[in-house]
Every structure is written in C-alpha cells, then in structure tokens.
C-alpha cells in the first residue's frame, strides 16, 4: 500500500512558464515534507521541504505547498528552466522513522 | 570527504554470488538509510538505523538482505546469494538527526545480476 503517491510518471513544461508537480499522502501521522530531485546516474538532491504546521515554503524558484485536510502537496517552480528537466521525488516522515519516498515524475522543461 | 560516498560505484556479479556495497556517511550524521531504485520504479526503503537504537529492518525484501553499521559511522549492506531481481540502484542517505530534515544521498552503487 503506497503512503505517497505521485500520481503523474511525467510532465513537458516549455522553458519560463510554471512547473507544478503533485504528490498525495495517506498517512495522516506524517509531519515533515521534502521534495528530491534525481539527474540519471546521480543521487537525489534535496530541494525544498516544509513542516507540517506552515501551508507553504518558498525558496527563490521553488515553492511548496501543503493541504493536510486534502493530504496533498505540490511543488511549484517558476520559471522552469531547462536545467530544471530531471525526475522529482517527494518524500515524507515523521520524527524516527524512515522517509517515504514516491515513484516520482519526470519533468521535461522544452526550450 | 564532504558527502556521503559509495564504493563500488558499479558491480556486476553472477547470480548466486553474494555482494558487499559499503557506505560513508557524513561525518556527525547520527541516521543511515539504505534504498535501492529499480528500473523504472521509485525509492524502495530497506532499512534504517538511528543512533543507537536498533536498526528498522522493514524494508529488507528478503533474509538474503542485511547491514550493519559499525562504529556509528560505516555501513555495509549484503546481500546473499543475489539474484536477477536485486539487480538496481543501491542508495544510502545519511541524516544529521532524528528529525528526518534533509538526508544526503550517495550517487549509489548498481548492481547488475547476471
């Protein structure tokens, strides 16, 4: 049974306009958001995380944003730069226990 | 060195063959984790240790699959009598503490059974 999904396997985004990526938790226990972004043959990097108790989480291009009455959150990047094109994982937790992780998207920013 | 390093960074074993992937984590980071990737699929957990306490092993797919984690510091995930569907990407990740903020991943260790 999957606590984190990602609903979307991929997403095209043309160069400047907005990405959002999606993710849907059913673990109503989890209190800490993060989001990974994945170049092939490389780990994930961390990108951007948010607490349980804000609703959103900005950091220069990226923004993440938290609905726990819905048990979603997405991730928000504008503009969408080339560079951007890589696969993106959201995870989740709680204090002591291990990240969960979803299947990812894949984000392909067009020139 | 700064991040979390992995060796052998590549492996190809036969089937049958059992395989050692080590890890290093940062330096001061109380929590490990091991996750693998396979083909076209997401982060797949494997287990966790946190400080001293005993490790989460829930994620092993099977009894051919341990790690251990000595000093605190360096793990080694072993995996016995490997087969064709072990082939992945292996990741470890080190966290700073028990707060699950920002893990730092390793570039993994693929492993291809043949």
């Known amino acids: 049974d999957q606590q984190v999904k990602q609903n979307s396997p991929s997403l095209s985004v043309q160069e400047g306009r907005i990405s959002i990526l999606n993710c849907d938790y059913t673990?109503?226990?989890?209190?800490?958001f993060l989001w990974y972004k994945k170049y092939p043959a490389e780990g994930p990097t961390f990108l951007i995380s948010?607490?349980?108790?804000?609703d959103k989480n900005e950091d220069g291009r990226f923004t993440v944003f938290l609905n726990k009455s819905a048990k979603h959150l997405s991730l928000h990047i504008v503009p969408s730069q080339p560079g951007d094109s890589a696969v993106y994982f959201c995870?989740?937790?709680?204090?002591?226990?291990?990240?969960?992780f979803g299947k990812g998207t894949r984000l392909s920013v067009i020139a | 060195g700064a991040g979390v390093s992995q060796s052998p960074s590549n492996k190809v074993t036969e089937k049958g063959k059992d395989v050692e992937l080590r890890c290093d984590p940062i330096?001061?980071?109380?929590?490990l984790y091991w996750y693998r990737q396979s083909l076209g699929q997401g982060l797949e957990f494997l287990i966790y240790?946190?400080?001293?306490?005993?490790?989460?092993k829930s994620g092993l797919p099977s009894d051919r699959f341990s790690a251990e984690r000595t000093g605190g510091s360096v793990s080694t995930l072993t995996i016995q009598r490997t087969q064709q569907e072990d082939s992945a990407v292996y990741l470890c990740?080190?966290?700073?503490?028990?707060?699950?903020?920002?893990?730092?991943f390793g570039q993994g260790t693929r492993l291809t059974v043949v």
């Open positions: 240790f946190q400080g001293n306490s005993a490790p989460d």
């Open positions: 330096s001061g980071h109380t929590a």
């Open positions: 990740a080190s966290v700073r503490g028990a707060e699950n903020t920002e893990a730092f």
């Open positions: 673990n109503s226990m989890f209190d800490y």
């Open positions: 948010i607490s349980s108790i804000k």
């Open positions: 995870a989740a937790s709680k204090r002591n226990t291990p990240l969960v």
